[in-house]
């Protein structure tokens, strides 16, 4: 049996709602095409990506800094509680066959370094126009299915 594709939405956990709008809809197209979705499992950007998938009959993954599962938001289906902090970034990343980065901080930014690290396509949408090696998009539609061709 084929191994369906999952895509990590990363980006800031105090998102603006011009972002959160932007990962709804990237989360709705990722479902859309038949991807699971995987990210933090918090707030912002993660929870309304999440929102999206599960919007459009989706699945979610949400890998947690701590170890309480209860802290996922509600639009994640399956929890996983790593207790490692920060350090579950790599996690993140390292679960996806193509990263999603939208507007973020220091979180974001590791784990867009460890996705490079790790030979995982970075799409940025609207966002990291500094760095090298990712891919850019303005349109969610197009940054998800550029993520996935980029994950083939």
């Known amino acids: ?3 369906g594709k999952t895509i990590a939405v990363i980006g800031a ?5 011009e972002v959160a709008d932007l ?25 309304a990506a999440a929102r999206g998938a599960r919007a459009a009959g989706g699945h979610t993954i949400g890998i947690l800094p701590n170890y ?3 802290d996922a938001n509600p639009s994640i289906e399956f929890v996983i509680a790593t207790g ?3 350090a579950r970034n790599v996690i993140v990343v390292a679960s996806a066959a193509a990263v999603i980065a939208c507007a973020g901080e220091g ?3 590791s784990e867009i370094g460890f996705a490079l690290k790790l030979g995982r396509p970075v ?6 126009s500094g760095i090298a090696g990712i891919e850019h998009s303005d349109d969610p539609v197009e940054a998800v299915r550029r993520a996935l061709k980029l994950a083939a």
């Open 1 to 3: 049996m084929a191994r």
């Open 13 to 17: 956990a105090d998102a603006s709602v």
């Open 23 to 47: 990962a709804f809809a990237v989360g709705r197209e990722i479902a859309a095409q038949g991807a699971t979705l995987v990210c933090g499992g918090l707030s912002g950007v993660m929870e």
């Open 68 to 70: 309480e599962p209860a």
């Open 84 to 86: 490692m902090g920060q």
């Open 107 to 109: 979180g974001t930014l």
């Open 123 to 128: 799409v940025a949408l609207r966002a990291w």
